[in-house]
């Protein structure tokens, strides 16, 4: 994910939902937590490495044991930079693909091959854990996978983890993001209605402002998603618009006009200190507690609407 602007503006007014209804499942944080941490034991999961290849075993795994169907989409990235050429894939898991409302969640769930960012320069050709950046959005997926297959959805849900999205150089935006680029250019499914990305959502000082390109893209959904956060207490939804970020929300837009939003915490783990594109970026920086919150959220904008 690339940052490109910071600005800050409040949203005056957002239209009240409905209440959720009781039927909503209920959130597993503790389990979603889990998750974070079995990638996370792999190792960095870099294009390339060992933990790489290991965890996307492990994540086709764990998908086909819950989801209707579950595929992958290889695409091929040339780095001009380094100039190799890297096998990466998609994984694509489906439920309920005959229903006319689809949704799709997505998040990356390759890690940073530099941490470019760390304070100890000779650290910086590291690769990361990603804990946070990498690692969160999975879990909560991950948890999402095993409800949808609990209680059947009233809506199709279709969940892709998206490859090669942190693999970006710095000034350089659009070498992120790689794999909702890869997924956008070649749709390998019936384009869905809407779309939300989760990243860098397991942070334990969680604040999520509203991204500025997602309230572009899609408004109605921004509205609904933060009206109801507020409704169900989730405090770490800030009714405010603030960075413009080039993340995997974007190339869905721009090239497939899939109308997607992002669910960001830029701020890692605060203004004061970052341990984004860093080695800090491990599980015992991040909470079961935020993935609660957002999980809690997407649970309910599934399940608590009208029949």
Known sequence: MRIQIKTILTISTISVLSSCNNAVPNFDKGNAFRYLVEQCEFGPRNPGSNGYKQCLVYLQKTLSEFADTVFLQPFVLDDLVDEKSYDLTNIIARFKVDEPEQLLIGAHWDTRPWADQ???????????????????????????????????????????????????????????AQGSLAFAKDLPIEKPDEAIILDMIGDAELHIPIERISYRQNRQLVKKLWTMAEELSLDAFE?????????????????????????????????????????????????????????????????????
Not at 145 to 174: Q, Y
């Open 118 to 176: 760390d304070p100890d320069p000779e650290k910086r050709n590291d690769p990361i854990i990603g804990a946070n950046d990498g690692a969160s959005g999975v879990a909560v997926i991950l948890e999402l996978a095993r409800i949808l297959n609990a209680s059947p959805p009233p809506i199709g849900i279709t969940l892709v983890l998206f490859d090669g999205e942190d693999m970006g150089r710095s000034g350089i935006p659009k070498s992120y």
């Open 239 to 307: 009714s405010r618009i603030v960075y413009t970020l080039y993340d995997d929300h974007v190339p869905l837009w721009t090239e497939a006009r899939i109308p997607a939003i992002d669910i960001i915490d830029f701020n890692y783990p605060n203004s004061y200190a970052n341990y984004w594109h860093t080695t800090q970026d491990l599980p015992e920086n991040c909470s079961a507690e935020s993935l609660g919150q957002v999980g809690t959220l997407l649970v309910h904008y599934i399940y608590g609407r009208e029949k």
